[in-house]
């Protein structure tokens, strides 16, 4: 099985996955390029009990982000790691740019593809959204408010 670990910038935070990230995706929505300082974040997903805080815990800190969820971030460098969903309990998306490998998790689709910044054109051919995909676990048919 592959260690799946990641951290902030200035080292003060550390944490461990239990299992493989899965529903990974470029974020193009305002929240993430405010959160990123850039055009995109790359996020994917773990069920909750997965992700362990194995220094610094106590350094990470949560925002309220939008209607529909929360970011968690170093208290110390700012680095954000999490996205929290209220549709989706269960799970918690990471910033796969926070891994220690951040390689070994490739992107599989855009969402948010509406609020791209015009400059930024990723040349790849995967599959666009102008919001949520249609089929985002927890939606119901019923999509929240964007961000």
């Not at 800190?61 to 209607?67: F, G, L, P, T, W």
């Not at 989706?88 to 990471?94: A, C, K, M, R, S």
Request: net charge negative.
């Amino acid at each position: 099985m592959a260690r799946w670990t990641g951290g902030c910038m200035c080292g003060a935070v550390r944490y461990e996955l239990a299992s493989e990230p899965f529903d990974c995706g470029w974020c193009h929505c305002r929240t993430c390029q405010l959160t990123s300082g850039s055009p995109a974040m790359v996020f994917a997903s773990v069920p909750v009990a997965d992700l362990r805080w194995t220094q610094g815990g106590d350094e990470v800190r949560q925002v309220r982000s939008s209607s529909f969820g929360h970011r968690s971030f170093c208290s110390e460098c700012g680095t954000p790691f999490l996205m929290q969903v209220d549709h989706q309990p269960e799970t918690l998306d990471f910033s796969v740019a926070t891994l220690d490998r951040p390689g070994a998790v490739a992107p599989a689709f855009h969402i948010f593809w509406g609020s791209k910044v015009p400059w930024f054109n990723p040349r790849d051919e995967l599959p666009r959204h102008d919001r949520f995909r249609p089929d985002t676990r927890g939606l119901q048919g019923t999509e929240p408010p964007g961000d």
